[in-house]
């Protein structure tokens, strides 16, 4: 089967000379979920924005679905931004519109979507994230928690291959960060998860790849390597005081 995501040899290092990636390897099936943990600096950041292009220029390549991530092809990478969709940290760096249902539509509509197709997606988007009472409101005035949910929607409305969560649950309350682990496993995509919380990576990802210093230095089920202390001290990585990982609903 060919694999969502293939990243192969993905060296890059910024204008400044500092190697943000120094030889990456990564290969995510079809349908499955993935955290892309690792300490500050580690890389993740750098990693994502290659996915779709916006970041480029460094050695290696990056494949979604068999289709290569070629940054000078501007229908390529029209294509490939279809295919990845990446949810930012802030969703106010997402939404633009006076009204939520427009925000949703937005991607898709710049796509050439239009008509009874337009208006599904929009339903069928807002409906995943249990947003559709709100499609009518100014999404500046919801919380911040259906805020993040309005993104995942704007997202989901261009049908993409692989979702990228970047920290989808800081900033959220304990039922908002409930409710969006049950929204995120009830998606059929592929996902792609960056996240500092432990936790929920443990919750929501079976597997679990760990960048550091911008090389893939463990990669295995989530649960194996979170118990494994050597591995979790030598890279930064610290769960929650008193955090027992046996303790986990775990979403898979
Ligand atoms: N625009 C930039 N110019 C120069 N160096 C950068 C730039 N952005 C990031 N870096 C450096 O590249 C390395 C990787 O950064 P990146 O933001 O990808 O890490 P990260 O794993 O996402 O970190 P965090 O967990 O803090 O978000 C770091 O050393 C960082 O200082």
Do not use: W
């Not at 400044?16 to 690792?38: F, I, K, N, Q, S």
């Not at 249902?101 to 599904?120: H, I, K, S």
């Not at 009472?133 to 911040?144: A, T």
């Not at 194996?224 to 046996?246: C, K, N, Q, S």
Request: proline share 8%; charged share 25%.
């Amino acid at each position: 089967m060919t694999p969502a995501l293939r990243i192969t040899g993905l060296h890059f290092a910024y204008p400044d000379g500092r190697e943000a990636l120094r030889g990456v390897d990564l290969t995510l099936a079809p349908g499955e979920r993935v955290a892309l943990l690792g300490p500050n600096g580690a890389g993740k950041t750098t990693l994502v924005l290659h996915l779709n292009g916006i970041l480029h220029g460094g050695a290696g390549q990056v494949e979604i679905s068999g289709m290569p991530v070629t940054p000078g092809d501007r229908k390529a990478i029209t294509e490939i931004r279809r295919r990845v969709g990446v949810v930012f940290q802030d969703p106010d760096d997402q939404l633009f519109m006076p009204t939520v249902a427009e925000d949703v539509a937005f991607g898709p509509a710049n796509l050439g979507v239009r008509g009874d197709e337009l208006a599904a997606r929009v339903d069928e988007a807002l409906a995943a994230v249990g947003m559709s009472e709100h499609r009518d409101h100014v999404p500046h005035h919801l919380s911040f928690g259906q805020r993040r949910r309005v993104a995942v929607a704007t997202v989901l409305a261009m049908r993409p291959e692989i979702l990228v969560l970047d920290e989808p649950s800081s900033n959220l309350d304990p039922a908002s960060r409930r409710e969006l682990a049950e929204i995120i496993e009830s998606l059929p995509v592929t996902v792609l998860m960056v996240t500092h919380d432990l936790p929920y990576a443990l919750e929501l990802c079976p597997r679990s790849v760990i960048l550091d210093a911008g090389r893939i230095v463990a990669d295995g089920p989530t649960a194996t390597l979170l118990t494994d202390r050597e591995l979790m001290a030598g890279h930064r990585l610290e769960l929650p005081f008193g955090f027992d990982p046996a303790s986990v609903p775990h979403r898979h």
